[in-house]
């Protein structure tokens, strides 16, 4: 019912892939009405709740277990359906208080802006594209690093997702993109040419940021990062 293949191209939000698997397990389950010959595929139901828990597990978000029932068939499906329509539930209840968090905080730099107060890092377009492109690939060159250590990775890549929820064209602050840069520096240091990779990508990503915080501050754009070759992970 959910292949191999589902999981080859995952969005950048865990909950919006929960929320994809239960959209294609109702849009399976919806033709499967007819009791008698739903109850045959059993089976594909009780599989489908596996792999919803485990993804869950593995992005470590917590949803309720199952007590399959051994001689009950039609149970077990009802079960699983109803666990799949709770999970939606859930996963809706969390994207809606993402939206109206992201929508607060919008609301309030833009007031603050409008009255002078407070200070604002802007981004383009083209820049909230291309710090999300350049997010996109650390996250796939992390996800296939085999230097960091498991919990060192899961680790950074939370971080990477929690600053893609948060960026916006307006930002109060660019702390938390200078907290992630550390970190990753540290690492590409440390694993030497095998760093590189993902070096070179932070680079494009520091130089955007850089550069809002330039024009912030009445500045020209940063033409070059000096700094950086000093801790050029090939040196």
């Given amino acids: 019912m959910i292949s191999d293949d589902f999981f080859k191209t995952l969005k950048d939000d865990p909950v919006e892939q929960i929320m994809e698997i ?25 599989n489908a709740y596996y792999v919803l828990v485990q993804y869950c597990n593995e992005v470590e978000m917590p949803v309720a277990s199952l007590k399959f029932s051994p001689d009950d068939v039609q149970k ?3 079960d699983t359906i109803n666990f ?15 939206k109206i968090g992201s929508e607060l905080d919008e609301a309030k730099a833009e007031a603050d802006e409008l009255f002078g107060k407070g ?24 996800q296939k690093s ?27 602050t660019v702390d938390r993109f200078w907290g992630v840069f550390g970190e990753l520096i540290i690492y590409t240091k440390r694993f ?20 809002a915080q330039s024009m912030t501050a009445g500045l020209p754009p940063a033409s070059s990062i000096n700094f950086l070759n000093d801790i050029n992970p090939s040196d």
């Fill in 22 to 46: 239960t959209r294609v397990f109702n849009a399976w389950n919806v033709g499967n009405k007819n009791i008698p010959a739903r109850n045959t595929k059993h089976k594909e139901y009780v």
């Fill in 76 to 78: 077990n499906i009802t």
């Fill in 84 to 98: 799949f329509g709770k999970v939606r539930q859930q996963c809706a209840a969390i994207l809606s208080r993402k």
């Fill in 119 to 142: 200070f604002l890092y802007k981004f383009t377009d083209d820049d909230l594209n291309n710090i999300q492109k350049h997010i996109d690939e650390l996250r796939g060159l992390l």
């Fill in 146 to 172: 085999h230097s960091i250590k498991k919990d060192h990775k899961e680790r950074l890549l939370n971080k990477l997702e929690k600053l893609q929820s948060e960026l916006h064209k307006s930002m109060t």
């Fill in 192 to 211: 030497g040419e095998a760093g590189k990779p993902i070096f070179d990508v932070l680079k494009g990503l520091i130089q955007i940021v850089i550069n």
